[in-house]
């Protein structure tokens, strides 16, 4: 099977052509390929097929095989490859998610290849305002104990769930051990992406994030946006701001039309994997 190494801030998957290529277990397929020790590495399998709803359509697998409604460093790793690989010739293109269609801009650079994307990611829902399965409905923020701690998160949907919560130093916050403890709490049924944030001026936040089924990886996409969007309505955070993450910078904005991230996209290698 031919696969192809991307990452977005050091959020880095497996992609597939699935044009080209069948793949009828995925989720097994991507638990392998996964392993960074036995297989080709990375933070889960992302398959790139056709549409009837959109230009292209996207799925994406989590390193324990568990698969994703969305993620926002993939699909813009999805806009690069179809572009640079002269599946598509236009900027603007669509991309069917189970979160929904996802519109991408793409900004072509050196030799004519996709450096930037910017995604539209759709509006986001609260809890206390949307009626939303796999969130609490309850008041905003929910008061939890995790282990020794008491945390308020602040819980959004981007097609996905989110639980955001506030500390100081999160750059050197005991992530790898409150991410799970959060994620196990009865009020999120089908887990959680949980975000560790810190506001350091109007317009920049400092994230980190537990994601479900890979642990700690170096960026979420879904993540900066949900939690740029809890502390934009806090009155913490400017419409336009900067979330910094362990692999870099994403432009978060919230538009009357909804939430656009600007990142990078990084192709790394090409290979091929006998299965």
Known sequence: MKFTKMHGLGNDYIYVNGFQESVPDPVSLSVKISDRHTGIGGDGLILILPSDKADFKMRMFNADGSEGEMCGNAIRCVGKYVYDRGMTSSTVITVETLAGIRKLTLFPGKDNKIERVRVWMGLPRFPDKDELLDLPARDYPVSVQALDKA??????????????????????????????????????????????????????????????????TMACGTGACASAVAMMRLGKLNKSAFVKLLGGTLQIEWLDDGIYMTGPATHVFDGEIAL
């Open 151 to 216: 945390f308020s998160l602040y819980c959004v949907s981007m097609g996905n769930p989110h639980a955001v919560t506030e500390i100081t130093d999160v750059f050197s916050y005991p992530v790898e051990k409150y991410g799970p403890e959060i994620q196990k709490l009865s009020i999120f049924p089908k887990s959680v992406n949980v975000e560790f944030v810190e506001v350091t001026s109007p317009d920049t936040l400092n994230m980190r994030v537990y994601e479900r089924g890979s642990g700690e």
